[in-house]
């Protein structure tokens, strides 16, 4: 099942960008590719979602490449509370069966 | 405004036994997802409502496993019989429909012994 490829785990200096790698090279024209984050004893939390365009919102950026492949998520200003587990999903309009995989375990260190 | 609610968020129980597992969505949300999670792994799809009835459930993992919504907002996920393999986090999550992101709440850890 599993559609993407993410570094187990990445640390970053607080205040500094977060850049977290996704490849997911055999995505399909209609499938968008969805970030969620999990903070320890949590339930996972959406980020953000694209398809083809770069996007923003208030939590981050998502850089996804010209050619679909591949895609990274962007913490433009870590903190503290941004170390998580973060999960790039590849799935198709109107599914309904998320693949988690096992993530990027993101430490950020003070 | 009021996230997805799950109780209880800790139940442990005896092997063999029966338990139910309540998840409370987002008002107005039609879509309702089950998801279960090991120690280490990310989150594994089990089902999937659509209002009141399973469109998908085909993540059960076998049929001592059942979930109903019977009035297409608060769902009980219960298991019979239960093993200690069945030790777990489960999450459940709500969507306004299924197009839209999913809101989950912080599950509810089960424990056989």
């Known amino acids: 099942d599993a559609k993407t490829t993410q570094p187990t785990s990445m640390d970053c200096a607080e205040g500094r960008a977060a850049n977290l790698p996704c490849n997911h090279s055999t995505i399909s024209g209609n499938e968008y590719v969805y970030w969620y984050r999990q903070i320890h004893s949590q339930g996972p939390q959406y980020i953000i979602h694209?398809?083809?365009n770069n996007e923003t919102n208030e939590m981050a950026s998502l850089i996804i490449t010209e050619d679909r492949k591949s895609s990274t998520l962007i913490l433009p200003h870590a903190t503290l509370r941004d170390t998580a587990v973060y999960y790039c999903i590849v799935i198709g309009t109107g599914a309904n069966n998320l693949f988690f995989g096992t993530g990027t375990r993101l430490t950020v260190i003070p | 405004g009021a996230g997805v609610s799950q109780t209880p968020s800790n139940k442990v129980t005896e092997k063999g036994k029966y338990v139910e597992l309540r998840c409370d969505p987002i008002s107005g949300h039609t879509a309702l997802y089950w998801y279960r999670q090991s120690l280490g792994q990310g989150p594994e799809f089990l089902i999937y409502f659509q209002g009141t009835g399973a469109a998908d459930d085909s993540g059960l993992p076998n049929d001592r496993f059942f979930a109903v919504r019977p009035e297409g907002s608060v769902s009980t996920l219960k298991i019979q019989r239960t093993e200690r393999g069945d030790s777990a986090v489960y999450l459940c999550?709500?969507?306004?429909?299924?197009?839209?992101?999913?809101?989950f709440g912080n599950g509810t850890r089960l424990t056989v012994t």
């Open positions: 999550a709500s969507s306004l429909n299924r197009a839209s992101p999913l809101h």
């Open positions: 694209g398809l083809k």
